[in-house]
């Protein structure tokens, strides 16, 4: 049974490394860049125009959604709720030992592009959205449709969304489920599945709570926890690189140096080329802050604003909160910590880090990071996978899709994490395909609602 597995993830994360590093790796990027200067820099050009609208929009007291939607501000908390997740602590973690500390400027790269891509999505979720029995939905299933017309489009809109389903509702929450329970197995000895205050049959149970209460109590949880966690943890980490001030030129240093010439310093990783840190970098970016893969619009297309290029300059935010901060200080912290290159990976090597500094309280500070970051997007990512069942299967059927993502969040929580995060690179990458399509065709209605 342990050599099939073992094989299963190599054939898995072979496949993976095909798909992204001969057509992900460009389409991804290249999207990015083809927007941004379609859309004359809009990533730049809006950015205070989002950073106004998500800062007016503040609220911890909250608006309740409804059937017409939810704030604009909601739906930007439901998006960052799925984009900072275990990407950002994990995922950092594993980009930066396989490919070493240039991988962060590469997920830099990718997010700046990233901004235009995710700005097109949120306008196109804006646009294409409609009300199925008094309910507003949208997403890329509906715009795929408008971008190929006939069959064409409705098996492309399908394709997404049964991927969608199994990259984010299934797999993607196992990679949730399983960085909690490493986290607090680590911290405290608990037992992964069961673990009382963290294992998988806690998480399952909460999730389930909230999955009932439907899309008013995820818009009213999200908007409370995501602003919260994201201070708390960004504090912790801005308190370690005081600490660790005097290797911070250096880590800076090597983020630039290595993205080029990965032997050329000391913290150079041994065996690492230039497309290794690019494809870690690059995949990371993308799992951490979701721009193309056609996750984060069925949130902003909820959104109640008055013009879809409102929305679109909100989601832009989403994606600098989740790289340009959040990831980039677990990263340094990483960094600083010189503990990349001891054979450390994932949950436990950010733990050392924070241990260095933290004692003993590092682990639990981690775990409890890492409980709210995948928690939310184990919600999140619900959300995105059941707006899909929904479109496919219909509401009746919604339960099940709802004990099928709870019995996956407990699996996933005992498993390996190599053949969790291949089988979740995987499925990204494939769910990504159709979306990038369809905003490539639609690039002209992006233009023309921009300009307006």
Known sequence: MGVSMAA???????????????????????????F????????????????????????????????EGMSSFQALTTAIAAQVGTGNITGCATALVSGGPGALFWTWVSA?????????EAVLA??????????????????????FKGKVGKVLAT????????????????????????????AFGLNRLAGGGGG??????????????????????????????AAFYILGCIAILVINAKALPGALAQVFVLAFEPQAMAGGIAGVTVQ????????????????????????????????PQDQGAVAILGVFVDTFVVLTLTGLVLITSGLIPQ??????????????????????????????????????????????????????????????????????????????????DLFNGLMAVPNLLALLALAGVVVAIDRK
């Open 276 to 307: 290794q840190s690019m494809r870690f970098g690059v995949a990371r970016g993308l799992f951490s802050n979701e721009a193309g893969l056609g996750s984060t619009p069925h949130a902003h297309a909820l959104a109640k604003v008055e013009r």
């Open 343 to 424: 054979g450390m990976t994932g949950t436990a090597l950010t733990q050392a880090a924070f241990s260095q500094s933290f004692g003993g309280f590092g682990p639990i500070f981690i775990a409890v990071c890492m409980f709210f970051f995948a928690f939310s997007t184990i919600i999140g990512w619900y959300f995105f996978g059941q707006s899909n069942f929904k479109a496919l299967f219909g509401e009746k059927l919604l339960p099940v899709y709802s004990i099928i993502v709870v019995a996956f969040i407990l699996v996933g929580s005992t498993l390996k994490v190599d053949l969790v995060w291949a089988l979740a």
């Open 112 to 120: 700046f592009f990233g901004m235009a891509t995710i700005y097109a």
């Open 159 to 186: 394709v997404f969304s049964v991927l969608i389903i199994l990259a984010l509702g299934f797999m993607g929450n196992m990679v949730q489920s399983n960085s909690i329970g490493d986290a607090f197995h680590n």
């Open 8 to 34: 299963f993830t190599t054939f898995i994360e072979q496949f993976s490394d095909v798909l992204w590093n001969s057509l992900l790796l460009f389409l991804l990027v290249g999207t990015g860049v083809y």
């Open 126 to 147: 804006q646009h294409y959205k409609t009300t199925v029995n008094g309910h507003v939905t949208g997403g890329p299933a509906y715009y795929i449709r408008a971008a």
């Open 36 to 67: 941004t200067v379609r859309l004359r820099g809009v990533q730049v050009r809006r950015f205070g125009e989002g950073f106004r609208r998500v800062f007016g929009g503040f609220t911890l007291r909250g608006k309740k959604a409804d059937a």
């Open 200 to 229: 998988g049959v806690v998480v399952a149970a909460i999730a389930a709570f909230i999955f009932l209460g439907g899309v008013q109590r995820i818009a009213a949880v999200t908007e409370k926890v995501v602003p919260l966690m």
